[in-house]
């Protein structure tokens, strides 16, 4: 059973920057892929961004590509997110999650979740 606790949210200007965490435990998540997610009031979670175990390849949604970094620290168990030039839209409920199998965009590809941090980007 592997728990992930996400950190990291809170409230921002336009144009600020925010490093979110995902730090893992119970069990390894070094030879997984993980993803984060996020989900606005009213609207469907949708994917961020994903990285393989190794941190070789990463994947963005369109709408934060160039502006988020998605990252790992196998040995501490940890994921991040890296997030720069901040947008009233990217505000949201921000989800690590660890990939199972499948297309690594769609949230039915991941299991054991985290509880969500809020990030709020002000205008």
């Known amino acids: 059973q592997v728990q992930l606790v996400e950190s990291g949210g809170g409230l921002v200007q336009a144009g600020g920057s925010l490093r979110l965490s995902c730090a893992a435990s119970?069990?390894?998540?070094?030879?997984?892929?993980m993803g984060w997610f996020r989900q606005a009031p009213g609207k469907e979670r949708e994917f961020v961004a994903a990285?393989?175990?190794?941190?070789?390849?990463?994947y963005y949604a369109d709408s934060v590509k160039g502006r988020f970094t998605i990252s790992r620290d196998n040995d501490k168990n940890t994921v991040y997110l890296q997030m720069n030039s901040l947008r009233p839209e990217d505000t949201a409920v921000y989800y690590c999650a660890v990939h199972k199998a499948l297309n690594i965009y769609y949230s039915s590809s991941y299991y054991y979740w985290g509880q969500g941090t809020q990030v709020t980007v002000s205008s």
């Open positions: 119970g069990s390894t998540v070094s030879s997984y892929a």
């Open positions: 990285i393989t175990w190794s941190g070789d390849s990463t």
